[in-house]
């Protein structure tokens, strides 16, 4: 039998109601790891610093891979009679450093920005979208593709200019480049068969394979005598794919420039819900679209725009019946138009022509190029999938933001920086924040949008607020994380 001093807490205990819980409310505005309420619909200060503190880390790459550029390489030995760098040095280059750098980063950022502010969102914006919000798009945008852009050219410029000096490899144009000092030949033989020949006399002819000193050079110029070292890998192939192929595939994400692919889910309704500009307006029944559901505006007429059917069933696919018909599966895709294709390849053709002059001057053996565009080749396409979504299924959007409490870290076991950390949902988006009503922080669809509360269950006990569908809490693993009553 329990003791006198307890038994009036177990009276309490049982007569007491059913626990009760937060409302949807409440979780959305508080930060249940630092117990902070967090502003919704806005861009905190935290993420705004997290990208700042981008620039900042690829603005000091950019500054190592300058001091670097500017460093005495390691000089390989090489041999006097060795064809591939006997070339003579053209002074006049066919693309100089400075009309790289034009074609291969300046032009990317004009071409990126124009595309960003007079393309973006596109079609697929709703009539009455507060234009603020749109801007607000044009910007992200804008901001995205030059981070991919810097991304990729500053990886590129670092790593070659690091390979440069660390391989110290000659150029084409080394011999005339260094000028060597005949009369005094046998002092500077490192290796090969002559190396023991100690009755060697300037006037003999050197045997094959016999290696001199870096040190047998005489020229004065020691900027031009150093770059002679630094061919392999080729910093103009590496700038130029790194700058002009993001270009290509930016252009084509933007315009929907892909090889046509085949819907896995059998009809490509579901993928172009997500992919409009502001796929919530679409769902509001004031808001005027042309058709039921459409994400196409191409009849803006007001006797062709009809309200948005919000119907209970269908909310979470976010389309209506009529949109989700299975279409044929030669119907659900088109080649682009080729002028378009030819538009996003100019740019690539660009970068083979920047790195193609590098062999006809004289400037990098044939290796050495393509190492170089290798290098920028494999940095344009990271740094392009690190801040866009993939070209076939992406519909032209860079991602999003980072979530705010997830900005500098995510830990162990988050697979999204766009998620909370404590219950795994996705933070508010700017086509839930231009509702007019109130604001539903995770977003139409996701299963955790803001609606009335149930009724409170038999005995007095108040349970989640009702979702569209489902009524779990779900989180980033997928399992179940509604809070369980306290057993009795």
Not at 254 to 267: H, N, Q, V
Not at 347 to 361: H, L, T, V
Not at 410 to 429: E, F, I, L, Q
Request: hydrophobic share 40%; aromatic share 10%; glycine share 8%.
């Amino acid at each position: 039998m329990p003791d006198d001093s307890i038994r009036p807490l177990i009276t309490a205990r049982s007569i007491s109601p059913a626990p009760t819980f937060p409302t949807r409310d409440t979780f959305d505005t508080m930060d249940l790891a630092g117990d902070n309420v967090v502003r919704k619909g806005k861009l905190s200060w935290v993420v705004a610093l997290s990208y700042a503190i981008d620039w900042i880390i690829l603005i000091a790459v950019g500054v190592v891979g300058y001091i670097l550029g500017h460093i005495t390489p390691n000089k390989r030995p090489f041999a006097l009679d060795d064809r591939n760098i006997s070339f003579p040095y053209a002074e006049q280059e066919t693309v100089p450093v400075w009309l790289a750098v034009v074609i291969s980063v300046m032009c990317p950022i004009v071409i990126i920005a124009v595309i960003c502010l007079v393309f973006v969102p596109g079609s697929t914006v709703p009539r009455g979208t507060p234009k603020s919000l749109i801007w607000q798009r044009k910007l992200w945008e804008l901001h995205q593709g030059w981070l991919g852009l810097a991304l990729s050219v500053m990886a590129a410029w670092i790593i070659t200019n690091g390979m440069k000096n660390l391989f110290g490899k000659p150029r084409p144009d080394l011999l005339d480049r260094c000028q060597p000092d005949m009369e005094n030949l046998k002092d500077y033989i490192i290796g090969g068969l002559l190396r023991l020949n100690s009755s060697l006399t300037p006037g003999h002819i050197l045997g094959p394979g016999t290696l001199v000193s870096p040190n047998i050079c005489t020229n004065p110029d020691k900027a031009v005598l150093d770059d002679g070292f630094r061919s392999y890998p080729s910093g103009h192939s590496s700038s130029a794919s790194a700058g002009l192929v993001y270009l290509s595939l930016f252009i084509a994400s933007k315009f929907a420039i892909t090889i046509p692919f085949f819907s896995t889910s059998g009809s490509s309704a579901d993928h172009e819900t997500t992919a409009a500009a502001f796929p919530s307006r679409t769902r509001i029944p004031s808001v005027k679209v042309s058709g039921p559901d459409s994400y196409e505006l191409s009849n803006r007429s007001p006797s062709a725009l009809t309200n948005s059917i919000e119907d209970p069933a269908l909310l979470s696919k976010g389309v209506t019946a009529t949109n989700r018909k299975i279409a044929a599966v030669r119907r659900q895709a088109a080649a682009p138009p080729l002028y378009l294709l030819l538009v996003a390849i100019i740019p690539f053709f660009a970068s083979i022509y920047i790195a193609g002059s590098r062999w006809w001057d004289f400037r990098h053996h044939a290796f050495d190029i393509l190492f170089g565009y290798l290098i920028g080749l494999v940095g344009a396409i990271f740094a392009f999938r690190y801040y866009h979504l993939p070209i076939s299924r992406g519909a032209g959007w860079a991602w999003g933001p980072r979530s705010h409490d997830k900005a500098f870290w995510a830990g162990v076991g988050s697979y999204s920086y766009a998620t909370s950390r404590t219950r795994g949902t996705y933070r508010s988006g700017d086509e839930e924040e231009a509702l007019g009503a109130p604001i539903e922080p995770y977003g139409r669809g996701s299963g955790m949008s803001s609606v009335a509360p149930v009724a409170p269950r038999k005995g007095g006990s108040q349970g989640m607020d009702a979702r569209d569908e489902d009524t779990s809490y779900t989180g980033a693993s997928g399992n179940d994380h509604s809070p369980e009553p306290h057993a009795r």
